[in-house]
């Protein structure tokens, strides 16, 4: 490179070609390095009161944090080093005998096909025609019947009296949207594939043009969901009923985009969810009064709420609590999630070896905590109860290390994450319907951030809620172990039939 050419240069970018490699890796590194110098001139205006000597390396730790951020795995595994003398006492499983497909998927509807030789083939021996024997050699394929769409011709019929009088027609069945175009098994299947299976409507109307259905208007689909909704709200209804009357209650909160139909952008989904209910409501504001409006509510039950440490949920317990204090009724607690606390010691490990005794300790924690899942209170508790020491041996080392680490560094806010919120992380150490973590109800609104992915955000608030009451009702379904689909199904055939709704968990107890 000549000493007369600029390093840095704006050239359009067929010009790239001609530079060799080298040049190209030392243009890299003086952006680099400009880049990092106006970061570091950024960050020293923004924070005066950090000294030189510890600004290096609190910008190393952000660039590092970036760097795992958009490079790095997503996984938080930490499998605990294992010492000379330890053996795991894992042992190497006998290799088990393969299932046949019948055996695998016992509801599975098996079709027969009869394979025959033809001709029938000669005896390789005497050379005479062989004959069928009765006897057959099995092997099982698991095939599948592509969707087909079929148009529903109903003729309903008319009667007229020997007097010539009168005609009278057949009514006509009971239907979700009464005149629709669409039956309900469609209206189903257009709900369900977005709001389950997290198809964006756009995408489901290209499926249906390949297996033969050409110009389906995307509009009229999303406008069909909105009448199905309002069909299915008593069991939203329900859902909520039932979170209101838990004892504990876990919630969560995550951004929702409003697209057009209010001024206002950025809007929230709010998660609020026991054991058997995810109750979720579309919100314009992150405020903390979402949360305390559910629980200041006539009929809310709550005595315990888990959430992460958010200072809108501890306004709502406040105000809640002051509520709850003129009636005489029990005050609610803040319980925090543990995921959280261990999250931040991992985004410090493996560059400061400190954090290893606290995620040994989450280890062992979690270990214990998965021994009791499904095991009664009592059993809960005596496992829990060996948790404690391991607690109190984390707070007594952060206690001693907090002094020695920067308040600004990922360890220092670490240190100081757990310290501040240990009464609200062991929480559940002496109350066995607590959970560990926030973890399950940060799963209920997985489907909602993985589909905004595709579809971004509503159109309108009808749409806002026409989401909240769909992916409440499926989100239910998955705590209960029920399938969707055949929930709706069902639910759909009994509302028409003028039976009255049911939440997903009387359902998986009826069937």
């Known amino acids: ?5 600029p390093l840095i240069t704006s050239a359009p970018s067929h010009r790239l070609n001609s530079y060799s490699k080298e ?3 030392q243009r890299c590194v003086v952006v680099e390095d400009e ?20 600004l290096h390396w609190i910008l190393q730790e952000e660039i590092e944090s970036l760097r795992k951020t958009i490079f790095g795995t997503k996984s938080e595994r930490y499998k605990k080093p294992k010492r000379d003398n330890e053996d795991d006492g894992s042992k190497k499983d006998l290799k088990p005998r393969i299932k046949k497909l019948s055996e695998r998927y016992p509801n599975i509807p098996i079709r027969e096909q009869v394979i025959e030789a033809n001709p029938a083939p000669s005896c390789p021996c005497c050379g005479e025609v062989m004959k069928d024997s009765g006897m057959t050699e099995d092997s099982e394929q698991l095939t599948v019947i592509p969707k087909r769409y079929e148009i529903l011709l109903q003729k309903k019929k008319k009667y007229r009296c020997s007097c010539q009088s009168a005609i009278t027609t057949a009514s006509s069945p009971p239907r979700i949207i009464p005149g629709s175009s669409y039956s309900d098994e469609m209206i189903v299947d257009i709900a369900l594939s977005k709001y389950c299976d997290l198809i964006p409507i756009g995408r489901y109307k290209a499926m249906a043009e390949r297996s033969g259905l050409i110009d389906l208007p995307a509009h009229s689909l999303i406008e069909i969901t909105h009448p199905f909704s309002d069909f299915v709200s008593p069991v939203y209804s329900m859902i909520k009923e039932g979170v ?28 609020f969810s026991t054991t058997k209910h995810c109750y979720l409501e579309c919100r314009d504001t992150r405020s903390g009064d979402v949360a305390s409006d559910l629980l ?8 315990i709420l888990l959430t992460d440490v958010f200072s809108g949920y501890a306004r709502a317990v406040r105000l809640s609590n002051s509520v709850k204090a003129q009636a005489g009724l029990p005050l609610i607690q803040n319980a925090y999630c543990n995921a959280h606390a261990r999250r931040y010691f991992f985004k410090t490990y493996p560059e400061l070896p400190e954090a290893q005794f606290y995620l040994d300790h989450y280890h062992e924690i979690y270990q214990l905590n998965s021994k009791s899942k499904g095991e009664p209170p009592s059993l809960v508790l005596g496992l829990r109860a060996q948790m404690e020491p391991r607690f109190k041996a984390m707070k007594e080392r952060a206690l ?3 002094s020695g680490h920067s308040s600004k560094g990922k360890y220092g806010k670490a240190l100081k994450y757990f310290l501040k919120n240990y009464e609200g992380l062991t929480l559940f150490l002496t109350d066995a319907e607590v959970p560990i973590d926030n973890n399950a109800q940060e799963r209920n609104l997985r489907s909602h ?3 905004r992915k595709t579809w971004y955000g509503t159109h309108s608030k009808r749409g806002a809620l026409t989401a909240a009451i769909l992916f409440s009702i499926v989100e239910t379904c998955k705590l209960n172990q029920v399938n969707p689909r055949e929930y709706f199904k069902h639910l759909v055939e009994d509302l028409l039939a003028g039976g009255r709704p049911y939440t997903p968990a009387e359902y998986k107890k009826s069937h």
């Open 35 to 54: 880049l990092a110098r106006l970061v570091r001139e950024n960050y020293k205006l923004r924070n005066p009161s950090i000294p030189d000597s510890q």
């Open 244 to 271: 209101l009357a838990s004892r504990v209650l876990k919630a969560d909160e995550t951004p929702h985009r409003m697209l057009e139909g209010d001024d206002k952008k950025s809007w929230y989904l709010w998660g």
């Open 296 to 303: 200041t509510n006539k009929n809310s039950k709550c005595e």
């Open 449 to 451: 951030v993985v589909g």
């Open 400 to 402: 001693e290390e907090l």
């Open 1 to 5: 490179m000549s000493e007369q050419e």
């Open 23 to 25: 040049d190209l890796i």
